[in-house]
């Protein structure tokens, strides 16, 4: 099992950056791609962005794409979503996901979750 805790999320205003992270624990040698999603009420969880585990590729959304900057720390296997230029439609809850397989923008690609931590972006 892996086990994956997102913080780092909070209120901002529209403009204003906000940088999330997502610590994973457990059989963590299992991972191939650490992923990032979100969902807002009334809507389907979204991909983000993704990584891989080995931390060379990067993956994006058209909408995140340009602002959001997803990295990883190997020795503390740490995640982080750095979110700049942020909009009242990022709003929602952000999840931390791992992978063991290379599928990456589909929720059912992956294999492990957090609990997620909430975004709202005023404008």
């Known amino acids: 099992q892996v086990q994956l805790v997102e913080s780092g999320g909070g209120l901002v205003q529209a403009g204003c950056s906000l940088r999330l992270f997502c610590a994973a624990s457990g059989r963590t040698f299992s991972i191939y791609l650490i992923g990032w999603f979100r969902q807002s009420p009334g809507k389907e969880r979204e991909f983000v962005a993704a990584i891989r585990w080995g931390g060379a590729s990067t993956y994006y959304s058209v909408s995140v794409q340009g602002r959001f900057t997803i990295s990883r720390d190997n020795p503390k296997n740490t995640q982080y979503l750095q979110m700049n230029s942020l909009k009242p439609e990022d709003t929602a809850v952000y999840y931390c996901?791992?992978?063991?397989?290379?599928?990456?923008?589909?929720?059912?690609?992956?294999?492990?979750w957090g609990q997620g931590t909430q975004v709202t972006v005023a404008s």
């Open positions: 996901a791992a992978s063991r397989g290379s599928g990456r923008t589909r929720s059912s690609d992956y294999d492990y």
